[in-house]
C-alpha cells in the first residue's frame, strides 16, 4: 500500500484473495470519497456483464488484438479457477462497496482497444522471443520462476515484483513500454488530475501491483 498526499495506492491481484479482504477493509475502516479503479470504460461494464463474443469485437480491435485479448483472459480466467476467485473481483468489491458508501468511482486506464492494438504492432523480433521464451518454459522449464513459489491468494512480494518487471524490461522492452511504461503515465495523470481537483477528498487507487511503485514515483515528480 502506497501514500501519496490525501491518495492511498493498493496494489493488487485481479485473482487474489488477499487483495479483496484489503480492499474491503480499507474501504470499510475508511470510507474514500473518490475510488479510482484500474479500469477503461469499456473493462468497467464488462465486470459486470456477460457478453458473447461478436464479430464486430474482431473488426474492430483486429485479429492480432482480439487474440491477445482473447488468450490474456482466458489465462487469467484458469488461474483464477484455482484459487476461487474471479478475475478482477477486487475491482467488483471496491466498486460494488464504495458505491454503498456514495463513493465517487473514477476510471483511470487507457481504453482497452488502444493498448491492445499497441501491443499488436509490436516488432516481430520480440513477437517471435516472446513465443520461444514460452515454448522454453513449457517444455525444458529454464529461466522460470517456479509455480511453487508463488501463492495465488496473496499478492506477490514487492522484491518478486520488481524482478519481474525487470525481466520483462530487459527481454520485451515494446511489450513493457505498452504494458506498464505508458499506462504508469497515463494512470499517474489521471490521479494528479484527481488530486488537484479534490484536495481535501480521502482518494483511493486500486491498480495493479506492477504499477504502484512507478506511479507514486510519477506522482512525486509532477
Known amino acids: 500500500m502506497g501514500k501519496y498526499k490525501n491518495l492511498t495506492i493498493i496494489g493488487s491481484s485481479h485473482i487474489a484473495k488477499q487483495s479483496i479482504i484489503e480492499v474491503q477493509d480499507y474501504i470499510n475502516k475508511n470510507k474514500p470519497q473518490i475510488i479510482a479503479v484500474e479500469l477503461d470504460r469499456k473493462r468497467f461494464l464488462a465486470l459486470f456483464r456477460k457478453e458473447k463474443i461478436k464479430l464486430k469485437d474482431i473488426m474492430h480491435l483486429g485479429l492480432k488484438a482480439f487474440i491477445i485479448n482473447v488468450i490474456g483472459a482466458y489465462v487469467e480466467k484458469k488461474l483464477g479457477k484455482l484459487v476461487g476467485v474471479s478475475p478482477g473481483d477486487e475491482m467488483r468489491t471496491a466498486i460494488k462497496l464504495g458505491s454503498s458508501y456514495n463513493a465517487n468511482i473514477a476510471l483511470i486506464d487507457q481504453p482497452i482497444e488502444i493498448t491492445l492494438k499497441k501491443l499488436s504492432k509490436i516488432s516481430f523480433k520480440e513477437k517471435f522471443r516472446i513465443i520461444v521464451d514460452i515454448i522454453k518454459g513449457v517444455i525444458f522449464r529454464k529461466e522460470i520462476i517456479k509455480i ?75
Open 148 to 222: 511453487e513459489r508463488f501463492d495465488l491468494n496473496k499478492v506477490p512480494s514487492k522484491e518478486i515484483i520488481v524482478k519481474l518487471i525487470n525481466k520483462v524490461k530487459r527481454s520485451y522492452p515494446e511489450t513493457y513500454n505498452v504494458l506498464i511504461k505508458e499506462r504508469n503515465e497515463i494512470m499517474a495523470k489521471a490521479l494528479n488530475k484527481i488530486i488537484t481537483l479534490n484536495p481535501e477528498a480521502n482518494i483511493l487507487a486500486i491498480v495493479g501491483a506492477g504499477h504502484e511503485t512507478d506511479i507514486i514515483k510519477l506522482l512525486q515528480r509532477s
